[in-house]
């Protein structure tokens, strides 16, 4: 079973600039996650969605960050324009239960943002 | 409101030993989930163990092992047999409301088992 595919691995951009970071969740899974995970820090959640639906987005920077899940699969995270505490790993999460407390969320391999 | 809270921000442990990482939560939902992942240096998030709110022993994975307080509000993660692989993040998370929305992480506690 393939993972959660994330891209690009890493970026830098200046500040001002935009960025977008692509995820592919697991094949049937449901439950999307996006997180921001600051160095030293656990993972913050930004946006959740069901199939197409956002379920929970209420630490969204939303004068800055959108997000979108097209068709219910893919998703796309956007940032513009960048700061430099936008600095951090962008970790992408999905997960097949939606009604459930007991589904574990598995994780992509990250994207790592420089803002300079 | 600090909904995950672990304050161990780090710990050391020697190899073969057992360990203790802390984890308390805040929830008005009866129905929830907790979870605990380990964060290698590599980067990735590797999942470890489950506690449903409403189960009635503490849940288990080899050498993983989840002691749950449902009373305390705790649910700490018991490591045996420290292995050098061992050292990395470990954080604890949860899951809650009728939708499994709010899947949030605690702040973590890097693990360093020494040999």
């Known amino acids: 079973e393939a993972g959660v595919a994330q891209s690009p691995r890493y970026k830098i951009i200046e500040k001002r600039q935009s960025v977008a970071f692509w995820c592919n969740p697991i094949?049937?899974?449901?439950?999307l996650y996006w997180y921001q995970q600051i160095l030293g820090q656990g993972p913050k959640l930004l946006i959740q969605f069901q199939n197409n639906g956002v379920v929970d987005d209420s630490q969204l920077p939303k004068d800055r960050f959108s997000a979108e899940r097209l068709k219910g699969v893919d998703s796309t995270l956007k940032i513009q324009p960048a700061k430099l505490e936008d600095s951090a790993v962008y970790l992408c999460?999905?997960?097949?239960?939606?009604?459930?407390?007991?589904?574990?969320?598995?994780f992509g391999q990250g994207t790592r943002l420089t803002v300079v | 409101a600090q909904k995950i809270t672990q304050t161990q921000p780090g710990m050391f442990v020697q190899e073969k030993e057992a360990v203790t990482l802390d984890c308390t939560y805040d929830t008005s939902d009866q129905s929830y989930g907790l979870f605990w992942y380990k964060q290698p240096s590599s980067g990735e998030m590797i999942f470890l163990i489950y506690?449903?709110?409403?189960?009635?022993q503490n849940a288990t994975e080899g050498r993983y092992s989840l002691n749950f307080q449902k009373a305390r509000k705790s649910a700490n993660l018991v490591i045996s047999a420290s292995q050098l692989g061992d050292s990395a993040m470990y954080f604890c998370?949860?899951?809650?409301?009728?939708?499994?929305?709010?899947?949030?992480f605690g702040p973590g506690t890097r693990l360093s088992v020494l040999p």
């Open positions: 998370a949860m899951r809650e409301g009728w939708r499994g929305q709010n899947f949030v």
């Open positions: 094949s049937g899974h449901a439950t």
């Open positions: 506690q449903g709110s409403y189960d009635e």
């Open positions: 999460a999905s997960s097949s239960g939606h009604l459930k407390e007991n589904t574990e969320a598995f």
